[in-house]
């Protein structure tokens, strides 16, 4: 406190400076607990209505920028500069903008840190500059804002429409209501290759930062001491249904090589006759996640967050399938899906579970939410599995068939 009891704004500064200093030596865990902490102080510090506005106001705005950021170049254009500044009237030219449009934009771009400025509309490259460089990120900018964020904008006229409840269609979401159409998400991105492009490598960044859900899960308790009791040579380890191209039952067989030839990839046609490179121990097969499952008494029967993009009503179909394949206490369905928390979700799982409900119907479940949904289709839940990383919100439910 300063002599006249009031907060000591130097002491709050200096505070501020050894947090920078300790940031790089702090794991992933503990940086996520030190940042919740500093949003809660930063909380204290802002005037009620002035955050409020400031949400309200200002976050589209931020959006707006940042996608014409990309659009336009600038954070590319800042980085192959290597740290030289740049003037407006340079950097315009090379973004092919008009200069009081460019300075317009930068002047937000730099008010929220997406870029730095050295001197009177001169600017720098900083570390968000760098970020929105990453394919992920870049494609996100534009996806986002052109459907998730359409979706947003027209969904409170869409649910007084549809008396404030839940969608339950897939085609027939805030994101229809918004595009005018009535096709299914995927439906409308695939008659659109830009976009469908665009949205394949917003994708890629899902698991840029998680551990393999093998890694902490018990695959050699759970897994691979049943299946070696069994001792069956022609039968399937694992089936990934929905497994796209692969990915996860490559990292799988790499980590456990005596899964090789035991583990099978089923998605759509379309999916399975596009593979590369599969490895020769991985069995592709067309299936459809609604349709009876063919692979009959496999160990295991796994998806990797397939099931958010669906209703309940539709999970069950999908549930009663697999039970239907399973065989009673030695099979497991492992769902590798988001848990989140019933109270204090953090808000990237709280805005991404809304997200899923504008644009497929779909849902991001609590763990009491995914108990009742999968033992009202005859299963049982043995477990729910949660990562070990803070904040990471992942899981795997783990069940079998009922007895």
């Given at each position: ?58 976050s589209p705005i931020y959006n707006f920028a940042i996608r014409m ?79 998730s964020a359409r979706a947003a904008i027209r969904a409170p006229e ?246």
């Open positions: 406190m300063s002599p006249n009891g009031s907060p000591d704004v130097q002491a709050i500064t200096r505070l501020v400076e050894e947090v920078k200093k300790c940031v790089e030596a702090l794991a992933l865990p503990d940086r996520r607990a030190a940042l919740s902490s500093l949003r809660s102080a930063i909380s204290v510090l802002e005037d009620p209505e002035e955050a409020a506005f400031a949400q309200i106001f200002q950021g990309v659009e336009l170049g600038i954070f590319r254009k800042l980085l192959e500069r290597n740290g030289t500044p740049v003037s407006a009237a340079d950097l315009a030219a090379e973004c092919a903008a008009e200069e009081l449009l460019l300075v317009r934009i930068m002047r937000v771009l730099t008010a929220i840190g997406y870029a730095g400025e050295s001197g009177e509309r001169e600017y720098v490259a900083s570390q968000l500059s760098k970020a929105m460089v990453v394919p992920y990120l870049e494609a996100f900018a534009v996806h986002s804002s052109e459907h869409y649910f007084k429409l549809h008396g404030y409840k839940t969608p339950v269609d897939s085609r027939n979401c805030p994101l229809q209501f918004a595009l005018e159409t009535d096709l299914h998400f995927f439906d409308w991105i695939h008659r659109h290759p830009e976009k469908a492009k665009r949205f394949n490598v917003c994708m890629t960044g899902n698991k840029l930062r998680r551990r393999e859900w093998f890694e902490w899960y018990p695959v050699a308790e759970c897994l691979l001491k049943p299946f070696e009791r069994r001792n069956r040579n022609d039968s399937a380890f694992l089936v990934d249904m929905g497994g796209g191209k692969g990915r996860h039952l490559e990292a799988l067989m790499k980590s456990f090589p005596s899964t090789e030839s035991h583990l099978v990839l089923q998605d759509l046609p379309g999916t399975i006759s596009s593979l590369e490179n599969l490895s020769s121990g991985i069995r592709p097969m067309s299936h459809d996640i609604f349709s009876p499952q063919p692979v009959v008494g496999a160990l295991a029967y796994y998806t990797h967050f397939v099931l958010h993009d669906f209703t309940d009503e539709r999970c069950r179909v999908f549930l009663r399938a697999v039970a239907s394949a399973m065989t009673p206490g030695y099979s497991r369905l492992l769902l590798n899906e988001a848990v989140i928390p019933e109270r204090g979700c953090p808000p990237v799982f709280a805005t991404g579970d809304i997200t899923m409900m504008l644009v497929l119907a779909g849902i991001q479940r609590s763990k009491r939410h995914w108990v009742e949904l999968v033992e009202s289709a005859g299963l049982r839940v043995v477990d729910v599995w949660v990562s070990p990383d803070d904040g990471d919100m992942e899981g795997v439910i783990e069940a079998e068939v009922a007895s």
